[in-house]
Structures are given as C-alpha cells and as structure tokens.
C-alpha cells in the first residue's frame, strides 16, 4: 500500500470503531448506519483509493470542484452525494453526478433541480436540510430550510417529476438554543423524521453527525453520518 492508502486506511478503521461502539452503545445494528466520507477538497486520487478500501458513499459541497471529481472517478462503483448550498445556475451540473442532494431549502431549488433530473433522465435522491437556529421563513447561515417548512418542501419534492424524497439532513447548529447541544439536536432531528415519514413513509434517511459529533448522531437514531477530517485529515483551506 502506498502510504497515503495506509493512512486512509489507518483513519477508516478508527472512524469504522466509533460509529460500531457508538451502535452498541446505543443498542443499534452497525449496518443501520452508512458511513459517508466527504471528500471536499481532497483530490480524486484520494477518491479513487477510498473506493479501493471499500467506500460506497462520498460527498462533495460545491460542483466546481465535484464535477470534474466525480468525472474522473466515473468508472467507480460509488454514490455522490451533494451536501452545500446549491445555487440554481449550478444545479443542471450537479445534476449529472449526484445521486443525492442533501441540501435542499427552497422550493425555487426544488423547480430546478425537477427540470434539471428531467432533462438528464435521471431520478436524484432528495433530503430537506433543516436549519435548527433559522426562524420560521428564514434560511440559515449554512443554508437549510427552518423546521416549519419542512413538510411542505418535502411535498414539493415528491410531487416534482425526477425527484425523489429520500429524509432529511442537518449541520449541528453553532447559535441557538441548540448551540453546543448536538444531541439535543439530532434528537429533535428524529422527531421531525417521524413526522415526514408520517406523509412519506420511504423517506426514512436522517444525515447529521460529522468528524466531531458523529457518536451523538448515531446515539440519537442518525441513518447517515458524514465524515470528512476524521478520514482525510485536516482540510488545507476552508471548505
Ligand atoms: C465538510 C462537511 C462535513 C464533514 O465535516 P468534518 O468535520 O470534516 O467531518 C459534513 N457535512 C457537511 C455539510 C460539510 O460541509
């Protein structure tokens, strides 16, 4: 192996033991939790030898560097996942690769992503990223959508032709009352899941937990984590 597979390797064994001691501790079955690794910044040589170490799942925040990853590695067996703030002039890109946005918040992101599956002749995978600190009608910082429009996002996704409503997804918020509190978070996550698999019973996927919180997601009943540090190592920039 060559040394960066080695060490990706090293930190996959170690994030593979926490989500497994996290499941037992919280009663679960490890295979109720997909591990996602996200590789924002990180080249598509580092892609290539997560496949290799038996990675199903990746995640990108931002097309101009995913796009020409997920081409690169477009030979391998893996579901891309997007996971940033989406403007809508990206969207007809995005939808060529992902398999799943996790990031949407606005039903104007809904419309285009709709038209955009529908022209490529694809089904792409939606989850409603909830903002925990966004007051009613607001969006977050970080993007999302505030819990009180969930249900009708998620109405709107499942109507749009070439879409799918897959769950929900959610950043531990940093202000709020949840500031500091990520289980407390992911717990009130869980509820808001019961309440859209009330109307969408398939939609059963809950993405929360990261690098620093992943043990607190899977405590709670998170379906997916998504790490990126804790596998790669520390970004080189922000991202
Ligand atoms: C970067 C990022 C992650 C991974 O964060 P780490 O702390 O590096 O594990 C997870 N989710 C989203 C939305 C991200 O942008």
Not at 54 to 71: C, I, L, M, S, T
Request: hydrophobic residues 45%; contains cysteine.
């Amino acid at each position: 192996m060559t040394d960066r597979k080695s060490e990706l390797a090293a930190n996959l064994a170690r994030v593979e033991e926490r989500i497994a001691s996290a499941c037992e501790a919280a009663g679960r079955k490890r295979e109720e939790v997909t591990l996602i690794v996200v590789t924002k910044t990180y080249p598509a040589t580092d892609v290539r030898l997560l496949a290799d170490l038996g990675v199903r799942h990746v995640a990108e925040n931002r097309d101009q560097d995913a796009a020409p990853k997920a081409a690169a590695c477009a030979d391998l067996s893996l579901n891309w996942h997007f996971v940033g703030q989406l403007q809508t002039n990206k969207v007809r890109s995005v939808a060529g690769y992902a398999h799943v946005v996790q990031s949407v918040d606005r039903p104007k992101l809904v419309t285009a992503l709709s038209a955009a599956a529908v022209d490529r002749g694809r089904e792409i995978g939606c989850l409603v990223q909830i903002a925990l600190d966004a007051e009613s009608g607001e969006r977050g910082t970080r993007g999302g959508a505030a819990p009180e429009q969930m249900a009708e996002l998620a109405d709107l996704v499942a109507a749009a032709p070439g879409l799918r409503i897959d769950g929900l997804m959610t950043v531990a918020p940093l202000a709020g009352r949840y500031a500091g509190r990520e289980q407390a978070a992911f717990e009130r996550m869980m509820e808001l899941s019961s309440g859209l698999r009330a109307a969408h019973p398939a939609a059963t996927m809950v993405s929360a937990g990261m690098s620093a919180d992943l043990e607190q997601a899977v405590l709670a009943g998170a379906t997916h984590v998504r790490v990126g540090t804790a596998v790669l190592g520390a970004r080189p920039r922000l991202g």
